[in-house]
Nanobody, 117 residues
Framework: QLQAYGGGLVQAGGSLRLSCAASGRTFSDYFMGWFRQAPGKEREFVSR????????YYSDSVKGRFTISRDSAKSTVYLQMNSLKPEDTAVYYC????????????WGQGTQVTVSS
């Protein structure tokens, strides 16, 4: 089970930190990812982190502004979002993917991020 929180309303140029706490059974190694979906648009990938190594990957649209990290002791993944733009407005979802599968299999409920201009 995944629980995402930390969204809100922020002005352009501001920052927010999203958190996603995982509970229950997980595989020995997996990816935790962040996705977002804006109104009228398809869900898009934002970032992911490999739990065992800490390796990260970002979409071009957020690279240099967002930082994904994890706290293994708390089973929590974070998304630090800086220099926010109105186009970052979306519902943000966290998701889990085993390293042995090609798709994300567990999804959080989403948290709304709204960036005003």
């Amino acid at each position: 089970q995944l629980q995402a929180y930390g969204g809100g309303l922020v002005q352009a140029g501001g920052s927010l930190r999203l958190s996603c706490a995982a509970s229950g059974r997980t595989f020995s190694d997996y990816f935790m990812g962040w996705f977002r979906q804006a109104p009228g648009k398809e869900r898009e990938f934002v970032s992911r982190i490999q739990w065992s190594t800490g390796f990260t990957y970002y979409s071009d649209s957020v690279k240099g502004r967002f930082t994904i990290s994890r706290d293994s002791a708390k089973s929590t993944v974070y998304l630090q979002m800086n220099s926010l733009k109105p186009e970052d407005t979306a519902v943000y979802y966290c998701a889990h993917k085993s390293v042995f599968t090609t798709s994300y299999d567990y999804w959080g409920q989403g948290t709304q991020v709204t960036v005003s201009s």
